[in-house]
């Protein structure tokens, strides 16, 4: 069946450092590939996201690249701040488009960053 | 801007009642979604809604589970006969599908407490 893998699930970095976690998807016809931060008891929230079409997308300190060849994408969080602390979550799902496709999410088992100031 | 409420925050109920999780998604959504997380781990897909009627479940959406949308606004999914290991946070969540975004907008969530 479907499946999202994620990597690493905790990471720790200092303050100012890089950050990046991986996914890998099972599904070939997935096509759709958000990323969701999720703070201590609160909702996930979308933080970036990318279409198959794409093969790298920016968003300030935020950055999403695709290798849709080996069915893996991945989140990278430069000049990492305290506030950035929390569990991201990758997701994947398949093509609006697609006649009966339901958008539905397939998420990775998570991944805690902890930024030490 | 829009967002999606859930009520209650927190269920606390007895193994083998009946309960109902209530959710309003954004107004100009027309697909909504449940999704469960267990306590520390992943989100987890239970079931989509579209076109008032169920377009997709997952394994665990077994005949235990129900959803419904009463009226033009509350969307709402019943446990009939509750289990301990439906413990956990509850997240609604809705879709307006269009061209340039696929975005899935969660609300707060309520966590479910079997005891």
């Known amino acids: 069946g479907e499946n999202v893998e994620q990597h690493p699930s905790t990471l720790s970095v200092q303050e100012g450092d890089s950050a990046v976690i991986k996914c890998t998807y099972s599904?070939?016809?997935?096509?759709?590939f958000p990323w969701y931060k999720q703070e201590l008891g609160k909702r996930p929230q979308l933080i970036i996201d990318?279409?198959?079409?794409?093969g790298e997308k920016k968003d300030q300190r935020i950055a999403v690249t695709l290798n849709k060849t080996a069915k893996h994408f991945s989140l990278h969080i430069t000049e990492t701040q305290p506030e950035d602390s929390a569990v991201y979550f990758c997701?994947?799902?398949?093509?609006?488009?697609?006649?009966?496709?339901?958008?539905?999410?397939?998420f990775g088992t998570g991944t805690l960053l902890a930024v030490q100031p | 801007e829009p967002e999606v409420t859930q009520t209650p925050s927190h269920q606390v109920t007895q193994m083998g009642q009946e309960v109902i999780l209530r959710c309003v998604p954004i107004?100009?959504?027309?697909?909504f979604y449940w999704y469960r997380q267990i306590l520390g781990q992943k989100v987890e897909f239970l079931v989509s809604?579209?076109?008032?009627?169920?377009?997709?479940k997952s394994e665990i959406f077994d005949d235990q589970f129900s959803v419904e949308r009463p009226d033009g606004s509350n969307f709402t999914l019943k446990i009939r006969s509750t289990k301990l290991e439906d413990s956990a946070m509850y997240f609604c969540?809705?879709?307006?599908?269009?061209?340039?975004?696929?975005?899935?907008?969660f609300g707060p969530g309520t966590r479910l407490t079997v005891l």
């Open positions: 809604f579209y076109n008032n009627e169920i377009s997709e």
């Open positions: 969540a809705s879709l307006s599908r269009t061209a340039s975004t696929d975005t899935q907008y």
């Open positions: 599904d070939s016809a997935s096509n759709y």
């Open positions: 997701a994947a799902s398949l093509n609006p488009l697609s006649y009966g496709a339901t958008n539905k999410l397939i």
């Open positions: 990318i279409r198959s079409n794409v």
């Open positions: 107004s100009n959504h027309l697909y």
